[in-house]
């Protein structure tokens, strides 16, 4: 059953609480600095849970006006996304000189990478997922077209979202088996990669979008197809997109990406083998020179591919 770790300012002197918060905050979510409105009398309570490399922590404090400076994005040490859902009162942020206005169930999307300004005009609940981009990008393909958007918590696909996380951060440490958690999680991502799904801007460029990433893909493994190593999972972090999504993007096409690169290095080596200007090269050397490291495997491929061996492929297509 899982323990949460819980932090408050109760014992700390009145003097020192917001030091000590800042720290808290930083060492668990994400650097930045809080100045309450009352100082003297500030106070402030999170309890959080390391959920694989995602954590998630719920916030609640009085009001307080909370920033994340340039100086802070430079020094930080990796990319990661925070989605805050607010559970209680309200919160006015400005983020890339737009305003915005949550109420409890709404939630949105920060880029770590950018500063931002955030007001709590009350003492105020959130509940904070810190996701690193690469988990995040196995979700949501193209997160930076949705940092800033308010989701509705109060109804449609956004709504649903919203009532599931809170659900299950509510029962989560009454789950007895640790293997259930992680597909909890992923269904409470999946249902907010949805939600963004269904906007109406996220239907008309999906397709678009799509496209385009086929395209880096494919334009990738024709630039490395000789190199050996050349895998889905290294095409994938080239393109800083996990192996996951790589293999979605490509789900609309009639072989894999792993089938894509076999059959290209093959109508390469074909096309070297038919060549009469190539006739010195042997069958290895050609094999070898297009990304093969095995000339069994090559040979098995290439009969498999062209009904014919390498060589029996060379005779009949050399004068």
Known sequence: MLQPQIVSTDGVPPSR??????????????????????????????????????????????????????????????????????????????????????????????????PYRMLFHEPAAILALRIPQARLLGYIGSPDRFACRVMSGASGASGLASEFLQGFWHRCTEVHSDDVIPRLMDVALRLIASAYADLPQARVERSCVTTAHRMRILQYIERHLPEPDLTPTRIAAALQMTPAYLHRILGDEPESASRYILRRRLEECARVLADPSQRARSVTEIAFAHGFNSLAHFSRAFRAHHGLTPREYRHQHQP
């Open 17 to 114: 609480r917001v030091a000590f918060w800042n720290d808290v905050i930083g060492g668990t979510l994400i650097t930045q600095v809080a100045d309450p409105a009352d100082p003297g009398h500030f106070s402030g309570r999170m309890k959080s849970l390391q959920l694989g490399d995602i954590r998630i922590a719920e916030i609640c404090a009085d009001a307080s006006r909370v920033s994340r400076t340039a100086t802070h994005v430079a020094h930080a040490s990796e990319a990661v996304w925070l989605m805050r859902f607010q559970l209680a009162g309200s919160v006015t942020a400005s983020y890339d000189n737009h305003e915005i206005h949550l109420r409890p169930g709404d939630f949105m999307l920060y880029d770590s990478t950018r």
